[in-house]
């Protein structure tokens, strides 16, 4: 299971950590991402940290490269996102998620099988 945290309301150009702590074993062979959704749209990529067996890299939606930073702690099994220089179009419910999808499937949310309870991010202008 994901327990997801972090959220809130901040202005833009502020900055936000949203972190993510999961129980159960292994935590360090699941590809770990986050992802966002808006009302009436799909959840979509943002920042996807692999599995230490595919070396632990990360990355990024082009919308955010720059901005946001993804990392995972396999000892304390959390996965954070750290966000800054906000944007009103940042404004999202973010969840963070779990996979063991080999890495061609990273970016499809598809291909999570954990979801943690979603965080709403609001960016104001």
């Known amino acids: 299971q994901l327990q997801a945290s972090g959220g809130g309301l901040v202005q833009a150009g502020g900055s936000l950590t949203l972190s993510c702590e999961a129980s159960?074993?292994?935590?360090?062979?699941?590809?770990m991402g986050w992802f966002r959704q808006t009302p009436g749209k799909e959840r979509v990529f943002v920042a996807i940290v692999t599995r230490m067996g595919n070396g632990g890299r990360s990355y990024y939606a082009d919308s955010v490269k720059g901005r946001f930073t993804i990392s995972r702690d396999n000892a304390a099994n959390t996965v954070s996102l750290q966000m800054l220089s906000l944007k009103p179009e940042d404004t999202a419910v973010y969840y963070c998620?779990?996979?063991?999808?080999?890495?061609?499937?990273?970016?499809?949310?598809?291909?999570?099988?954990?979801w943690g309870q979603g965080t709403q991010v609001t960016v104001s202008s």
């Open positions: 159960g074993r292994n935590f360090r062979d699941y590809q």
């Open positions: 998620g779990a996979s063991r999808v080999v890495l061609s499937g990273i970016y499809d949310p598809a291909n999570y099988i954990y």
